[in-house]
């Protein structure tokens, strides 16, 4: 393989550990305050994460046995908007639903929402049960540890006050590790990052920017929106949704600073689109990545030919699709947030064409 | 936690003595706070050996702080107030025995909504009340109901509930709010722009603010899809500035949605940017006026930032003059604020205020303390952009070789030009 074939089927991950490197603070109190509620993603003995961007931190909270409400799994609500908007006392159209997480354990959901869309937006976590029973959960006494994610240098020492604000778009745990990618309001670039868990104050994170080659001779620069972990070949890997919709693979051993690394793009799954969520289930012996998106839809893809796909170099002529096949789920529309329930289910919120959002599982596909 | 109790029955309704007060008096002289409740008092018929409570429902915000109002019940017998103290009653039963709904508008959803989440408490006097886990929205109507069979002790009574509607009145606020400044400040922009910063003269809702942007031709006509669709993420921490990304996909050349549709921006076309006046500010009001800026578009510049062309105005030592730095070509506003500083010999900061003028070709440091002698630096960390998101050494579009002869590293290091004051 000529090296100009390889820079080309491969996407570059350059360590910048200076930029955006998290500053952990660790925090052993109970009842974190949180200033907005993002992405969620379970980790370990009911640790829920939830990123605050607008405090710029990641908080772990010790759910305990909040993590389960009174009955095991998550069943159906119509109208999941607005029956919180009911429970916090505003109009739905108050209600931004931000993540939706399943517990592993419980099965129970979990809903970060924000309440308000002015100045007094407050951020609310709920978990809705298997009796279908929404309960705000309280974070009062819920213990935590806490990373801050520190922004960019300032150099103008004059600057009232930092107006960049870095957006946490996912977050997955594995292995002691916590991914996190984000974008930036003033800085276009992929931002991936991950802190070892437990947190530590020695822990200075790794920052990564990654740089994909899918598009010819150029870079496309375009920013990892969502992602999941996988082991592909017995390599663990991540399998990253870039925000102009090619799937890149890259290995997670390799994510390291002052490591330089090869990423594969897999597939190209068409333009005026962004991902939403992922997840991979296994059905029937074989695994599957479900992948939510603006406006193409879920996409079903095989992940068996993600260890030989060879990468893809050249723009995609006017089509949609290149690389591995995907299928798309019909049955499947307006999903906005999804997530696995168990093996044969995955839970979504979708939103119908009168605006409203259901909270719904449907059998994986 | 509360099993969802849901609707009201008006058949039930004992409403002959309902009434509309301004609550005023409740809430203080601030006409502002004068909340506005459909207050329902019932002595409707007791039990046969009890008397019956005269009930009314009442809004009250303690200290006329709206963000803590709170609904009222009064007019329980001693008997009844006593009861409740003694029954310790769960979440479930306060929330029958004493309902707050938000009131739903054109709904033909069909779905039943679940009460009002809060906490339920008796006064010293004779009155009972509920306090809403999250603040009251202004203007929105709550129902609330209160059942006196559920009270304890009154199950069997032949008494009606009592019902009323509260709301706390949203007062009408002239909109005020304007698109302050747009940056690039200029009016000629290259093909391949990256982004636009609105700044707004106060804080905006948390919408998605592309709703309420686009982009004209110079015919006149929409520029299709010409941003990119991120949602509500990109606003400062203030929600003062957004960020309007062109979609790189339509920037960037080789992706298919450049090939096709081409670049948003056409070289020698004009634009107008054009801000809906219906985006709402963060306290729900429109703008004030409509806002457009029109550009003219250049050619696209592929060209990363070579600090050797930029200029230094030294000033003198004692002084508090400014310093002065020039560039050939604008810089985007926010990297060039947050990333351009001055260091001293030892490595600190100097303090002092910073301007940037002249379409951000300019950016001036006005010390807070007088320049002493010495060497400094002018300093500029890698993030530093033209309009086009070219770096330092580093073009927003790389060929991915020549990066490769340069041993794969990400664009530059914090870049540095060191100056005298004499």
Redesign the interface.
Known sequence: MSLRTLFSVCAIVGVCAFVLAPQPVVSAAEGPTLASGGPLTFGPDNVLFIADNAGAKIVALELGDLASGGTPGTKDVAGIDQQIAALLGTDAREIQINDLAISPTSHNAFISVSRGRGATATPVLLRVDGAGEIEVVSLSDVTYTDSELSNAPVADPGSRRDPRASSITDMAYVDGRLFIAGLSNEEFSSKLRSLDYPFTSADEGTSVEIWHAAHGQFETHSPVYTFVPYSVGGEQSLIAGYLCTPLVKFPIDQLRPGAKVMGTTIAELGNRNRPLDMVVYTKDGKDYLLMSNTSRGVMKIPTEHFGDQEGLTDPVPDGNQAGVGYETIAQMTGVEQLDLLDDEHVMVITRNEAGQANLEAMALP | ?QTPFFGVTPARTCRRHAEFRPLSRVLGARPHLAAVVLAAAAACSGGPDTAAPAIEIRLEAPDDDARGARVEVVGLTPADLAALRAADLTDDQWAELFR???VR?N?D?G?E??????SYALGDDDQLWFS??????LG?P?SVQFEPTRLPGRETAELEPVVAVVSLPKPYVEPTTVVARVFPSGDSIPENQ??IYLHFSA?M???DGLEYVSLRDGRGRAVE?PF???G??????????Y?V?FD??RV??????N??LGRPLQEGDTYTLVVDPTW?????NPLQAPFEKRFSVGPADVTPLDPATWRLRVPASGSTQRLVVSFPEPL?H??M?????VEDATGR??????ETSNWETRWA?TP?QPWAPGAYAL?????V?DLA?NRIGAA??????E??DVD???AGEEHRIPFEIR
């Not at chain 2, 809403?132 to 929205?137: E, K």
């Not at chain 2, 300093?379 to 993030?383: F, G, K, Q």
């Open positions: 936690m707050v709904t938000v508008g709904d959803s779905l909504l679940p009460p009002v989440l809060g809403p886990m999250f603040p009251f929205d929105l709550y990256l982004k804080p809702s948390n919408v899809e990119l669709p991120l509500t993420e990109f606003w400062d921490p203030d929600h003062l500035r960020t990304f790189p996909g960037k050349q080789g992706l298919e949605l090939e096709r709402p500010d963060a306290e729900g985007d926010a990297l604020r947050r990333a351009v500083g900061s100097v303090d002092g205020t910073v440091l807070s300093v500029a960390a890698p993030i952009e998101g927003f579009e790389i060929d991915v070789f990066r490769v794969g590293t990400t």
